[in-house]
């Protein structure tokens, strides 16, 4: 039954004290059809298992490739990027998934050695300076995306498309103001499982384009007592 217990996962605790989070079948099997289709999941598709069981985008990278019949390539240490690149090369990977941080780790020497069609970045905020430095790999790759969602809401609430081919750091980055570097990549629009508003801080109505607020997400993906 959809509203049966799937699974229960701890919140970052980055708006307060980490707390339980118990998602439901529903909300779960919502999500997965949705990020297959989004990612073009087919029955040739080659997944790595390149996250730590214990997040929940784990649940993604086991499950999407298993509900469109596709396979799973499981690496022997998920904290090595470099070995990872090799197994993703040997095993014509598909489909990954890699926090910002790792996406900077691969080793220019494998760029563009498999046929990569999605590729998942989230976990942490993505600046543009991590974007540019990933410029090799990002434009290689058939679609990689900026993907946001906190636990509470099923894993990923929203997504945005990277352009394939960001810029290096050329004379006109240099004459960038520095404090540009680290500015964020957008996440976004929201899922079609998802919606996601931009109010003001009493939560009363949309702010102006441009102006701070806060991000209230909804949908049939919220945990349970959301």
Not at 71 to 81: A, E, F, K, N
Not at 122 to 131: N, P
Request: glycine residues 8%; negative net charge; hydrophobic residues 40%.
């Amino acid at each position: 039954r959809s509203s049966k217990l799937a699974y229960v996962i701890p919140t970052s605790g980055s708006t307060g004290v980490p707390k339980l989070v118990s998602i439901a079948h529903g909300s779960a099997s919502s999500l997965l059809l949705e990020w297959a289709r989004c990612s073009g999941s087919t029955p040739a598709s080659r997944t790595v298992f390149s996250a730590n069981a214990s997040f929940d985008i784990s649940v993604v990278l086991i499950f999407c490739p298993l509900l469109s019949g596709g396979s799973i390539v499981i690496p022997t240490d998920v904290r090595d990027i470099p070995a990872i690149a090799e197994l993703m090369a040997k095993f014509q990977v598909t489909h990954a998934f890699f926090v910002p941080t790792a996406l900077s780790s691969i080793p220019s020497s494998f760029t563009g050695r498999w046929p990569l069609q999605h590729v998942i970045v989230g976990g942490e905020a993505l600046t543009l300076e991590t974007l540019r430095r990933s410029s090799s790999f990002v434009s290689r790759c058939a679609s990689v995306v900026n993907a946001y969602g906190p636990a509470e809401a099923t894993i990923i609430s929203t997504y945005h498309p990277l352009p394939r081919g960001p810029r290096g750091d050329d004379d006109e980055d240099e004459d960038e103001d520095s404090a540009s570097s680290s500015q964020s990549v957008p996440i976004g629009r929201a899922l079609r499982t998802h919606s996601a508003y931009v109010l003001d801080d009493a939560g009363k109505g949309p702010v102006p384009v441009g102006f701070p607020g806060e991000l209230f997400i909804g949908g049939r993906c919220l945990a349970r007592e959301y």
